[in-house]
């Protein structure tokens, strides 16, 4: 069981908050962190993946969502509709600590009804683990920026060449990282194939599907470079409205992230596309049929393809611990038409103009 700095983040907000999603990729562990939420309150948890349960939901929302507090709802996108009953709980009696729920598609993704809790709803990203969650380690490197702290030490890294390579190829994913190579591969391949068979099809009813995979495999071949999707879409036969509408699909069940640009208003000559990066790093790899042994080839291709990996495997890890902390409201990329880039600008905000562009990390 590893320590998710995410658990102390919900049991430091719920008494603060009416209702809190944990949103992020299927098997990322939200569930084993809304069960321990729920053992320590001595409640149940209700879960929408159980088709009987679902069923009942669906049936009488209002009731389903009756109960001590938190009521914990897992998978609560199977059922949009309970949102309107925990809604109308509210109006009754509007405490903080109501509800908490957990989904494996963006809360802005689904439908209208979904909406339902807009100003009663705090939203708090669950991602795959991160090198501190897995080694066991404090991470303070963005929080320590943020305050002021250099957030540096002088101490020369003893990490090689090979142990990144080896961090990038096994992802963040928890089941994944129990496995070895070989079984993680295969584990890797499930993933993707029912991620897009079972929760992107519930999103939307797709004209041409069967493309789907092989979409993921161009926006795979993108990560950590400004996206293109009409190149993606060229690529495997879309038009590229069609793509676009894909691209957006991929993103709402968490496959895909689109860092969008920071600053366009600083000057003209800055670029106004979004970069594109893979959310975990292990699925990238393999999508790309990256091994260790052709990533620690010095060709120009695998330098290259190592490099793009490289990159998306850092901003992640400072998004992960972006999302921990409270000091930050803007996070993406900058980028000139003249090639001029920063790869990750975090703002923090003031109290006095609200916004503090100066105290920004770049990476």
Same mark, same amino acid.
């Given at each position: 069981?590893?320590?998710? /700095?995410?658990?102390?983040?919900?049991?430091?907000?719920?008494?603060?908050?009416?209702? %809190?999603?944990?949103?992020?990729?299927? #098997?990322?562990?939200?569930?084993?962190?809304?069960?321990?939420?729920?053992?320590?309150?001595?409640?149940?948890?209700? $879960?929408?993946?159980?088709?009987?349960?679902?069923?009942?939901?669906?049936?009488?929302? &209002?009731?389903?969502?009756?109960?001590?507090?938190?009521?914990?709802?897992?998978?609560?996108?199977?059922?949009? &509709?309970?949102?309107?009953?925990?809604?109308?709980?509210?109006?009754?009696?509007?405490?903080?600590?109501?509800?908490?729920?957990?989904?494996?598609?963006?809360?802005?993704?689904?439908?209208?009804?979904?909406?339902? *809790?807009?100003?009663?709803? !705090?939203?708090?990203?669950?991602?795959?683990?991160?090198?501190?969650? %897995?080694?066991?380690?404090?991470?303070?490197?963005?929080?320590?920026?943020?305050?002021?702290?250099?957030?540096?030490? /002088?101490?020369?890294?003893?990490?090689?060449?090979? $142990?990144?390579?080896?961090?990038?190829?096994?992802?963040?994913?928890?089941?994944?990282?129990?496995?070895?190579?070989?079984?993680?591969?295969?584990?890797?391949?499930?993933?993707?194939?029912?991620?897009?068979?079972?929760?992107?099809?519930? *999103?939307?009813?797709?004209?041409?599907?069967?493309?789907?995979?092989?979409?993921?495999?161009?926006? &795979?071949?993108?990560?950590?470079?400004?996206?293109?999707?009409?190149?993606?879409?060229?690529?495997?036969?879309?038009?590229?409205?069609?793509?676009?509408?894909?691209?957006?699909?991929?993103?709402?069940?968490?496959? %895909?992230?689109? *860092?969008?640009?920071?600053?366009?208003?600083?000057?003209?000559?800055?670029?106004?596309?979004?970069? %594109?990066?893979?959310?975990?790093?292990?699925?990238?790899?393999?999508?790309? /049929?990256?091994?260790?042994?052709?990533? #620690?080839?010095?060709?120009?291709?695998?330098?290259?393809?190592?490099?793009?990996?490289?990159?998306?495997?850092?901003?992640?890890?400072?998004?992960?611990?972006?999302?921990?902390?409270?000091?930050?409201? +803007?996070?993406? !990329?900058?980028?000139? !038409?003249?090639?001029?880039? +920063? $790869? *990750? +600008?975090?703002?923090?905000?003031?109290?006095?103009?609200?916004?503090?562009?100066? #105290?920004?990390?770049? &990476?």
């Amino acid at each position: 069981m590893v320590a998710r /700095r995410v658990e102390a983040l919900v049991a430091f907000r719920l008494p603060e908050e009416q209702v %809190i999603l944990l949103e992020g990729p299927r #098997s990322v562990g939200k569930s084993t962190l809304l069960r321990a939420a729920a053992a320590a309150h001595r409640v149940d948890v209700l $879960d929408l993946d159980d088709l009987a349960t679902r069923d009942a939901a669906a049936a009488d929302p &209002a009731l389903f969502v009756a109960g001590p507090s938190p009521v914990c709802v897992d998978e609560y996108q199977h059922v949009p &509709a309970v949102l309107d009953a925990l809604n109308a709980e509210l109006n009754r009696d509007g405490r903080p600590g109501r509800f908490l729920l957990t989904g494996s598609t963006r809360h802005t993704a689904l439908p209208t009804v979904a909406q339902a *809790l807009t100003g009663r709803l !705090h939203r708090i990203p669950v991602l795959p683990l991160s090198q501190g969650e %897995i080694a066991g380690v404090l991470e303070r490197f963005l929080a320590d920026l943020l305050s002021g702290d250099s957030g540096l030490t /002088r101490d020369r890294s003893t990490t090689s060449r090979d $142990d990144y390579i080896n961090r990038v190829v096994a992802g963040g994913f928890p089941l994944a990282l129990q496995r070895g190579p070989a079984a993680r591969n295969r584990w890797f391949d499930d993933y993707t194939r029912l991620t897009l068979e079972r929760d992107v099809r519930d *999103l939307s009813r797709l004209r041409q599907g069967a493309v789907l995979p092989a979409l993921t495999n161009k926006l &795979a071949g993108q990560t950590a470079q400004v996206l293109n999707i009409t190149a993606a879409a060229a690529g495997v036969g879309l038009d590229r409205a069609t793509a676009d509408s894909y691209v957006r699909l991929l993103e709402a069940v968490f496959l %895909i992230h689109r *860092l969008p640009v920071w600053g366009t208003t600083l000057t003209a000559r800055s670029s106004a596309s979004p970069k %594109i990066h893979l959310v975990d790093l292990g699925v990238a790899a393999r999508l790309l /049929r990256l091994t260790p042994a052709k990533l #620690s080839e010095r060709t120009p291709s695998a330098l290259t393809e190592f490099g793009h990996l490289l990159e998306t495997f850092v901003v992640g890890e400072l998004l992960k611990q972006a999302s921990w902390i409270d000091d930050v409201a +803007v996070t993406g !990329h900058w980028r000139t !038409h003249d090639n001029d880039e +920063v $790869d *990750l +600008v975090v703002e923090k905000p003031t109290a006095s103009s609200g916004w503090d562009s100066a #105290s920004g990390v770049a &990476a």
